[in-house]
T-cell receptor
Framework: GEDVEQSLFLSVREGDSSVINCTYT??????LYWYKQEPGAGLQLLTY?????DMKQDQRLTVLLNKKDKHLSLRIADTQTGDSAIYFC????????????FGPGTRLSVLP | NAGVTQTPKFQVLKTGQSMTLQCAQD?????MYWYRQDPGMGLRLIYY???????DKGEVPNGYNVSRLNKREFSLRLESAAPSQTSVYFC????????????FGSGTRLTVV
């Protein structure tokens, strides 16, 4: 079945760039997603990329997609303390009505 | 505010007790979902409802039942709670065909003792 993997923790200094990585298994995924979860809250869609794109930029966020290696990354420029959260990578699966398959989440800690 | 509303936000149950988690959305979305979130495991799909009147099992359905009461409401029932069901439960909804359109509720933190 589909599987999405991420490292569980990342710490960066305020003002540095953060790079969160993700690998996925389903090469037929048409969209890949990044969700953000702040403490005590639900998941919010941060950004997504269509599978025919290599890169998508949205203000401080840059998403890179390497379809050959099935690797997705999220770069946050000028990381702020408000970026501290758990970031989930997700792909559209083929089972269960093609629902999303989520990675375990990367907890980003931003140090002052 | 438009969105997905879950109740209750917190609940403690004794083993063997039953309860129903409520979810309602006011965005006229067709599809609704129940996920559970456990540390280091991401979100796992329990049940989903692709449209009003239909429900289907997800990845981890055992111990749960669901009801799609109408287009707005999708409830999750634990008939006999077990400690393994201690988790954070999220309801989500989206429109059919809107691949980027998932909206999540704020979650129900359930502890079974």
């Amino acid at each position: 079945g589909e599987d999405v993997e991420q490292s569980l923790f990342l710490s960066v200094r305020e003002g540095d760039s953060s790079v969160i990585n993700c690998t996925y298994t389903d090469s037929s995924s048409t969209y890949l997603y990044w969700y953000k979860q702040e403490p005590g809250a639900g998941l919010q869609l941060l950004t997504y990329i269509f599978s025919n794109m290599d890169m998508k930029q949205d203000q401080r966020l840059t998403v890179l997609l390497n379809k050959k290696d099935k690797h997705l990354s999220l770069r946050i420029a000028d990381t702020q303390t408000g970026d501290s959260a758990i970031y989930f990578c997700a792909e559209r699966g083929n089972n269960y009505g093609q629902n999303f398959v989520f990675g375990p989440g990367t907890r980003l800690s931003v140090l002052p | 505010n438009a969105g997905v509303t879950q109740t209750p936000k917190f609940q403690v149950l004794k083993t063997g007790q039953s309860m129903t988690l409520q979810c309602a959305q006011d965005m006229n979305h067709n599809s609704m979902y129940w996920y559970r979130q456990d540390p280091g495991m991401g979100l796992r799909l329990i049940y989903y409802s692709a449209s009003e009147g239909t429900t289907d099992k997800g990845e981890v359905p055992n111990g749960y039942n669901v009801s799609r009461l109408n287009k707005r409401e999708f409830s999750l029932r634990l008939e006999s709670a077990a400690p393994s069901q201690t988790s954070v439960y999220f309801c989500a909804s989206k429109n059919r065909g809107r691949d980027y359109g998932y909206t999540f509720g704020s979650g129900t933190r359930l502890t079974v003792v």
